[in-house]
Every structure is written in C-alpha cells, then in structure tokens.
C-alpha cells in the first residue's frame, strides 16, 4: 500500500491559518513555511503545516 500525502495549495492553507492567500505566498517565498512548487503551483504537505502550526522548525 502506498501512501501519499496530502498537498494543500496556498488558499487552503490561508484558510487553515485564518490569514490571506498573499500572506501564505509570501512566508513561502520567505521560506517561513515549507513548500514545494509543481510547475508553477506552490503547494503545502499537510504535515509541514501543522509542524507550523504547532510552532516545530521545518
């Protein structure tokens, strides 16, 4: 069995952490918060938002 995590874009995780979309992309940038780019598209693994969230160095 195979398991695949799952990848939230920015307004997901903007929506999670009751801010903007612009503000996700800009602590992507930052590099404040983990994130991968699949072509052009930033997107967020779950896991790595909520080690945000609970305020773990990723």
């Known amino acids: 069995m195979e398991f695949r995590e799952r990848l939230m ?6 929506e999670r952490l009751a801010i ?5 992309r800009r602590f992507l940038r930052e590099g404040r918060l983990k994130a991968m780019k699949v072509g052009r ?6 896991s790595d938002l909520l080690a945000y969230m609970k305020g773990e160095r990723i």
């Open 9 to 14: 874009t920015p307004e997901e995780v903007a």
């Open 41 to 46: 598209l930033w997107r967020v693994r779950e």
């Open 20 to 24: 903007t979309p612009k503000t996700v």
